[in-house]
């Protein structure tokens, strides 16, 4: 398979993260005004186009019903979407660990240079983006109605999951004191993250149906 994004499909991604970033907790108003609301059941979109802002939505931690609402009760689409969340999260846990480690100095150096801290944090980049490619073959499996798109959601939903709750448990790390304060954003993260990770099967248990599939 050799897939990518549309240019328009980039161009909507830029266009969610400039506006989430300004409204992280948009009224459902304003995402009809965008056209975003019934994206699902429109001709001019696929699940790809709703793919991205599933993951736009989880790096500002949106806490609405916008996603359950699209996807309704169809497991495979929900796996999938939950998983393109997590990758979200995931994304921005990361990010800020590298920004904070890049800035805090200790004993007169960044702490971004030490192994111990290094090394935790590009862990969680490694997982997240492995997560991220099985997210976007899972949203690609589902718009095309593809013979493996059970398995495609299943081992994405598994990785991107697991992988938002490292990344969030090395960003909260890495951020030392800060990181387990109410004031930071970073437990919010956190506990959304293992809320995904618990909501359609923990990952062992979707490992355990790939695998019964797989071995059938």
Same mark, same amino acid.
Request: net charge negative.
């Given at each position: 398979? !050799?897939?990518?994004?549309?240019?328009?499909?980039?161009?909507?991604?830029?266009?969610?993260? #400039?506006?989430? *970033?300004?409204?992280?907790?948009?009224?459902?108003?304003?995402?009809?005004?965008?056209?975003?609301?019934? $994206?699902?059941?429109? !001709?001019?979109?696929?699940?790809?186009?709703?793919?991205?802002?599933?993951?736009?939505?989880?790096?500002?931690?949106?806490?609405?019903?916008?996603?359950?609402?699209?996807?309704?009760?169809?497991?495979?689409?929900?796996?999938?979407?939950?998983?393109?969340?997590?990758?979200? $999260?995931?994304?921005?846990?990361?990010?800020?660990?590298?920004?904070?480690?890049? *800035?805090?100095?200790?004993?007169?150096?960044?702490?971004?240079?030490?192994?111990?801290?290094?090394?935790?944090?590009?862990?969680?980049?490694?997982?997240?983006?492995?997560?991220?490619?099985?997210?976007?073959?899972?949203?690609?499996?589902?718009?095309? !109605?593809?013979?493996?798109?059970?398995?495609?959601? #299943?081992?994405?939903? &598994?990785? #991107?999951?697991?992988?938002?709750?490292?990344?969030?448990?090395?960003?909260?790390? #890495?951020?030392?004191? $800060?990181?387990?304060?109410?004031?930071?954003?970073?437990?919010?993260?956190?506990?959304?993250?293992?809320?995904?990770?618990?909501?359609?099967?923990?990952? @062992? *248990?979707? @490992?355990?149906? $790939? &695998?019964?599939?797989?071995?059938?």
């Amino acid at each position: 398979m !050799d897939f990518s994004f549309t240019p328009e499909q980039e161009d909507l991604r830029r266009e969610a993260r #400039a506006f989430l *970033e300004a409204n992280p907790s948009p009224s459902d108003e304003q995402l009809a005004e965008l056209g975003w609301t019934g $994206i699902l059941e429109s !001709d001019d979109f696929t699940f790809l186009d709703a793919a991205v802002l599933f993951e736009e939505l989880g790096r500002v931690l949106y806490e609405g019903p916008f996603v359950e609402n699209e996807v309704g009760g169809d497991r495979r689409k929900l796996l999938a979407a939950h998983a393109l969340e997590a990758v979200g $999260i995931g994304s921005r846990a990361t990010e800020m660990a590298i920004s904070y480690v890049s *800035e805090r100095e200790q004993f007169g150096k960044k702490i971004g240079s030490y192994q111990a801290i290094s090394h935790s944090v590009v862990d969680a980049y490694v997982q997240v983006e492995l997560g991220r490619s099985l997210s976007y073959w899972a949203a690609w499996a589902v718009s095309e !109605d593809d013979d493996q798109a059970d398995l495609a959601v #299943a081992a994405a939903n &598994a990785q #991107a999951c697991e992988a938002a709750v490292l990344a969030c448990e090395k960003s909260i790390q #890495a951020h030392g004191g $800060i990181g387990f304060t109410w004031e930071h954003p970073l437990h919010r993260y956190y506990k959304r993250a293992l809320w995904l990770q618990a909501a359609l099967g923990y990952p @062992r *248990e979707l @490992r355990a149906e $790939i &695998a019964q599939s797989l071995l059938s």
